[in-house]
Every structure is written in structure tokens, then in C-alpha cells.
């Protein structure tokens, strides 16, 4: 019943851009916050961005600060992940995760490929 589903995750050049998307259903989406992750083969599952249920306050991973950019359409039950100036390093599954309080969902995941 409750969905986390993302969408957007590809194969892009270094220096390029990508949007993900993750659409919920299942739950009331402006009561949770909501956040990207993602995890690298052989490396720790790590936050990349946050956003508050209303939107009003994010948070970034120093390693995406000014590349990335986190929102949500609390209308359309929608959060999304700007990629800008892609790197190598950002290779990886990427995860929408959403939180209020002790209670966690999961989506499943998306692939990001940064290669030339």
C-alpha cells in the first residue's frame, strides 16, 4: 500500500545534469519529511539531502552542496533531486526515504551513472 517510487536515474556524461523523482502514495506525504540517499558498491548507505514537510528547510551533504538541489510539490505527492555538474563520484543507487518521527519508508531505488 504505501509506494516510494523513483524515476530519472541514467547514464549521464560528467558535467551533466539529471532529475530524479520520487512519487508516494499510501500515506500523508506533507506530514513526513523527506530525503534522497544513495550507496555505492562497497560503501555506507549516505544522506544526500533533506527537506522538512513543508518545505522550508533543507539540508545537504558537503559533497553536494551547490550542485544539488532538493523539493517537493506536496500537491503532487512529489519529491525531487536536481543533479547539476555530475561527477564520477556520484555514481550510485539512489533512495527517496520519508520520516516522521520513528516511522521509515524506503523506495527501491534508482541507478545514476556518471561516465564518459
Known amino acids: 500500500q504505501v509506494q516510494l517510487v523513483e524515476s530519472g536515474g541514467g547514464l549521464v556524461q560528467p558535467g551533466g545534469s539529471l532529475r530524479l523523482s520520487c512519487a508516494a502514495s499510501?500515506?500523508?506525504?506533507?506530514?513526513?519529511?523527506m530525503s534522497w540517499y544513495r550507496q555505492a558498491p562497497g560503501k555506507e548507505r549516505e544522506l544526500v539531502a533533506r527537506?522538512?514537510?513543508?518545505?522550508?528547510?533543507?539540508n545537504y551533504a558537503d559533497s553536494v552542496k551547490g550542485r544539488f538541489t532538493i523539493s517537493r510539490d506536496n500537491a503532487k505527492n512529489t519529491v525531487y533531486l536536481q543533479m547539476n555538474s555530475l561527477r564520477p563520484e556520484d555514481t550510485a543507487v539512489y533512495y527517496c526515504?520519508?520520516?516522521?518521527?520513528?516511522?521509515?519508508?524506503w523506495g527501491q531505488g534508482t541507478q545514476v551513472t556518471v561516465s564518459s
Open positions: 527537506i522538512t514537510s513543508a518545505g522550508g528547510s533543507t
Open positions: 526515504n520519508a520520516k516522521r518521527g520513528l516511522i521509515i519508508f
Open positions: 499510501g500515506f500523508t506525504f506533507s506530514s513526513y519529511a
